[in-house]
Nanobody, 120 residues
Framework: QVQLVESGGGLVQAGGSLRLSCAAS????????MRWYRQAPGKQREVVAV???????TYRDSVRGRFTISRDDVKKMVYLQMNSLKPEDTAVYYC??????????????WGQGTQVTVSS
């Protein structure tokens, strides 16, 4: 049973920083894409950042230059460093990981979410 557990969320003032972590536990295949999503109240879940197996990252426009996604495949971790936070970054943040098993089938996993609240 694979579980993803996020940590690092909390309340911060505008302009502050937070670092989210997501740890995968259990037997997981070869790590593939890792992503951070967020969902604000009354809004759809949206992708924030993606990192591919080679370490190449892409970001949504509203966070580019402020957020940095990184990964550590040995530790089975994915991180999101968030700087210059704005009130509109307030949301529940979810990590997503997919992996390929021994038969190269794609398996997908989601964390339970961590709340980030940015006060003005």
């Amino acid at each position: 049973q694979v579980q993803l557990v996020e940590s690092g969320g909390g309340l911060v003032q505008a302009g502050g920083s937070l670092r989210l972590s997501c740890a995968a536990s259990g037997t997981i295949g070869r790590l593939n894409f890792m992503r951070w999503y967020r969902q604000a109240p009354g809004k759809q879940r949206e992708v924030v950042a993606v990192i591919d197996p080679a370490g190449e990252a892409t970001y949504r426009d509203s966070v580019r230059g402020r957020f940095t996604i990184s990964r550590d495949d040995v530790k089975k971790m994915v991180y999101l460093q968030m700087n210059s936070l704005k009130p509109e970054d307030t949301a529940v943040y979810y990590c997503y990981v997919d992996s390929k098993d021994s038969s190269l089938r794609l398996q997908t996993y989601w964390g339970q979410g961590t709340q980030v609240t940015v006060s003005s």
